[in-house]
């Protein structure tokens, strides 16, 4: 077995203070930096937005953040600005370590979002992980990260269906929790096979 950590989306926007903050987002940061010297691999993912992305409310006229509307590849919730290449508010937790192997970054394409660090949300667009992981050997990944609910359950159920050994540290990961998707989403990666530790 050789077993990776992915670290999902520990950037400022994510934590208090930033544009999207997950409450106790940065009460993460020291156990998994912790965490990493444990692992044959650590990867971690950069949610990645230009300027006036399809999944922010303030691209959609009459929207406020949060609220849902229908993009062409299914439901899509708007969020405020966020994640904004080469901003402050996109760039890692100054505190998180980013010696790890590699970085990806996802939903950096205008018309579609990705919560996934393996595919967009159109469930089809890869982001190309699922090769470097194959390609270096890594059968198991452990998920931390932020936002339990929304890009460490897609990332879970995406890697469990694509036939990892996966389980996700829910003491290093925060939630938004919005309209109860917090227990939507432990459900869901409990059907899909992920091990909740
Ligand atoms: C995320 C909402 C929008 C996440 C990213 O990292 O969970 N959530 N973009
Ligand atoms: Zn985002």
Request: aromatic share 8%; charged share 20%.
């Given at each position: 077995m050789?077993?990776?950590?992915?670290?999902?989306?520990?950037?400022?926007?994510?934590?208090?203070?930033?544009?999207?903050?997950v409450?106790?987002?940065?009460e993460i940061v020291?156990?998994?930096?912790?965490?990493?010297?444990?692992?044959d691999?650590?990867?971690?993912t950069?949610?990645?937005h230009?300027?006036?992305?399809?999944?922010?409310?303030?691209?959609?006229n009459g929207?406020?953040p949060?609220?849902?509307?229908?993009?062409p590849?299914?439901?899509?919730?708007?969020?405020?600005?966020?994640?904004?290449?080469g901003?402050q508010?996109?760039?890692?937790?100054?505190d998180?370590?980013?010696?790890g192997?590699?970085?990806?970054?996802?939903?950096f394409?205008?018309?579609?979002?990705?919560?996934?660090?393996?595919?967009?949300?159109?469930?089809?667009t890869?982001?190309?992980?699922e090769?470097?992981?194959?390609?270096?050997?890594?059968?198991r990944?452990?998920?931390?990260?932020?936002?339990?609910?929304?890009?460490?359950?897609?990332?879970?159920v995406?890697?469990?269906?694509?036939?990892?050994?996966?389980a996700v540290?829910?003491?290093?990961?925060?939630?938004?929790?919005?309209?109860g998707?917090?227990?939507?989403a432990?459900?869901?990666?409990?059907?899909a096979g992920?091990?909740?530790?």
């Amino acid at each position: 077995m050789t077993h990776a950590l992915l670290v999902i989306d520990v950037q400022n926007d994510f934590c208090p203070g930033g544009a999207l903050a997950v409450s106790g987002g940065d009460e993460i940061v020291a156990p998994i930096n912790s965490m990493m010297d444990d692992f044959d691999a650590v990867i971690l993912t950069q949610d990645w937005h230009p300027e006036g992305h399809s999944s922010f409310a303030s691209s959609h006229n009459g929207k406020n953040p949060f609220d849902l509307t229908e993009m062409p590849y299914g439901p899509q919730v708007l969020w405020p600005d966020h994640c904004v290449q080469g901003t402050q508010g996109a760039a890692f937790h100054p505190d998180l370590r980013t010696d790890g192997d590699l970085i990806i970054r996802k939903g950096f394409r205008p018309t579609i979002d990705s919560y996934s660090a393996f595919f967009e949300n159109d469930q089809t667009t890869p982001t190309g992980l699922e090769g470097y992981l194959r390609t270096r050997g890594i059968n198991r990944l452990t998920l931390v990260g932020l936002a339990t609910d929304f890009c460490v359950h897609f990332s879970a159920v995406d890697a469990a269906r694509l036939g990892f050994d996966v389980a996700v540290r829910m003491d290093a990961c925060r939630a938004i929790d919005m309209d109860g998707s917090l227990t939507a989403a432990e459900t869901a990666m409990r059907d899909a096979g992920v091990a909740l530790i």
